[in-house]
């Protein structure tokens, strides 16, 4: 093995091109980061690298984008005591000595043994990861979302959470599949008027608006509908927050809604049957 810096090693990751890997057991004993993981992944089209941070019982997530990797894995060096990588063809191995010096070693992986024990190979692995690019993404980290708890303060997303994001970039997949029909109502008005049925917290609307005006760049108008009222005006609170002009809600009852306008999109998705069939009388 050969001794190595800390800077040193994050150059040999970058040179390797590693595609994924961890650290673990932590200089300080008293940390509270215990590993982390990491992977290549593929997000609108662009290569970036994610972070899954183990913190005592919670877990955490962190997109970097290419050119900042090396920092980080410098930083990371002198946190872990030990460190693997994969590259397409090496396995890269870092083992850090009570004294803080990083030896290092490099084993060539050999294809055959690597499909021999099951595993998927590294390259399919990462193609594999091209097929989950979600719409929005961590790296992006979108205000509404932050505001909503979905991350912290520096960028990663509270595991509780993960499974909503999912579930809200499933919604935007849906909305995509009918962006061409959105576009040709636009050609003939000045904007889309889109209503929310028992919007509850209104994840999907902040969603849908943000999706729209920000990534789309449409014209659109979106209120959503609810009878509580502390929660719409938490609603009408977060978009004022940001700057969400054309998204409002109002307090009211889905089967006595009358419309200004009528809508060109209606959204209702909820658990209750009863709202679920006010809604479809609404727009029948």
């Not at 040193?8 to 982390?36: M, W, Y």
């Not at 509580?228 to 977060?238: E, G, M, Q, V």
């Amino acid at each position: 093995m050969n001794t190595v810096s800390a800077k040193k090693a994050a150059e040999l990751c970058i040179e390797h091109n590693i595609i994924s890997g961890f650290f673990s057991k932590p200089v300080k004993r008293d940390s509270q980061t215990q590993k982390i993981k990491l992977r290549k992944i593929f997000l609108k089209n662009q290569e970036q690298y994610q972070l899954e941070i183990f913190e005592d019982a919670k877990v955490f997530h962190k997109n970097l984008l290419p050119q900042n990797l090396q920092k980080e894995l410098e930083g990371l060096f002198f946190e872990f005591k030990i460190a693997e990588f994969n590259s397409s063809n090496h396995q890269l191995i870092f083992l850090q000595n009570n004294k803080g010096a990083i030896n290092f070693k490099a084993r060539p992986i050999k294809k055959e043994n690597h499909l021999k024990k099951g595993n998927i190979p590294i390259n399919e692995s990462f193609e594999h990861n091209k097929q989950k690019e979600y719409i929005l993404s961590t790296s992006d980290m979108p205000l509404f979302l932050k505001k909503l708890n979905f991350f912290t303060d520096d960028g990663k997303i509270i595991q509780s959470k993960y499974h909503k994001f999912r579930q809200i970039n499933k919604y935007l997949e849906f909305i995509k599949s009918v962006l061409p029909e959105l576009k040709d109502i636009l050609k003939e008005k000045k904007e889309l008027h889109i209503i929310d049925f028992g919007c509850g917290k209104a994840y999907l609307s902040f969603a849908l608006y943000y999706y729209l005006t920000e990534i789309e760049k449409l014209r659109v108008r979106i209120c959503g509908l609810d009878l509580k009222k502390d929660i719409i005006d938490f609603c009408n609170k977060l978009s004022r927050e940001c700057r969400f002009d054309n998204l409002i809600f109002k307090v009211g009852d889905i089967g006595r809604f009358k419309f200004n306008t009528p809508p060109d999109m209606v959204i209702s998705l909820h658990a209750c049957d009863t709202a679920t069939d006010l809604a479809i009388a609404q727009v029948r």
